[in-house]
């Protein structure tokens, strides 16, 4: 069991680009998650998957951003026309379905200059 | 909705003193409550979880929470601090397992020696 894992751990962009992390989790969970945390708050939900079904969307998910999981294991999130709003530390988890413990993975920090 | 509450963004106690965190929830069903740390460049780590069982849980690290459906609080304890506990503690929210966590603000613990 490796964990959670996160790549980039770091980016740094120019606003106005297009960014994309990847999170792979922990072998046979079926259940993955994103969230976003900013300096000084809690980790805000963003969505999650069941395999490859997208089940929830959060409202804080613009039509900027848009997230994957094609074959029910790793998931990509895409920032399209980065806006410095968008500086923070994107986290991802991974869980079983029936068990709801949630594992997370270190974050990918971004910052938009 | 559901909803977290974190009293006090930053609690300072001495090494071998209580830890007290506080959380208060809001939820129209019953909860699923989490309390989760974090330590400097790492992931979010769960401490313990309440799922309708047992009242008093007992997490990880000497670590433990009440769940007081009459306060609708989630308060996490710990009887003796030590120098290793200093990190940002987070409550979370669920109205069902597996489904997207709500979290608090979070609340710094630093420990003097």
């Known amino acids: 069991d490796t964990g959670v894992s996160q790549d980039p751990r770091h980016k740094i962009t120019k606003r106005g680009q297009n960014v994309t992390f990847r999170c792979d989790p922990i072998s046979e969970h079926n259940r993955l998650y994103w969230y976003r945390q900013t300096l000084g708050q809690g980790p805000e939900f963003l969505t999650y998957f069941q395999n490859e079904a997208q089940l929830e969307k959060s409202r804080l998910l613009s039509d900027r951003f848009s997230a994957e999981r094609p074959k029910g294991s790793f998931s990509t999130l895409e920032i399209q026309r980065t806006e410095q709003g968008d500086s923070a530390m994107y986290l991802c988890?991974?869980?079983?379905?029936?068990?709801?413990?949630?594992?997370f993975g270190p974050g990918t920090r971004l910052t938009v200059l | 909705a559901q909803s977290v509450t974190q009293l006090g963004s930053h609690v300072s106690v001495s090494e071998g003193a209580l830890v007290l965190l506080r959380c208060n929830y809001s939820?129209?069903?019953?909860?699923?409550l989490f309390w989760y740390v974090q330590y400097p460049n790492q992931g979010l780590q769960l401490l313990l979880k309440y799922t309708s069982a047992a009242t008093l849980v007992k997490g990880i690290n000497g670590f433990e929470a009440e769940f007081k459906k009459s306060e609708t609080s989630f308060h996490l304890t710990k009887p003796s601090a030590h120098m290793s506990d200093a990190a940002e503690y987070f409550c979370a929210v669920s109205r069902r397992a597996g489904t997207a966590l709500i979290f608090g603000k979070g609340t710094t613990l630093s420990v003097s020696s």
């Open positions: 988890a991974s869980s079983l379905l029936a068990g709801g413990h949630k594992f």
């Open positions: 939820s129209s069903v019953p909860p699923y």
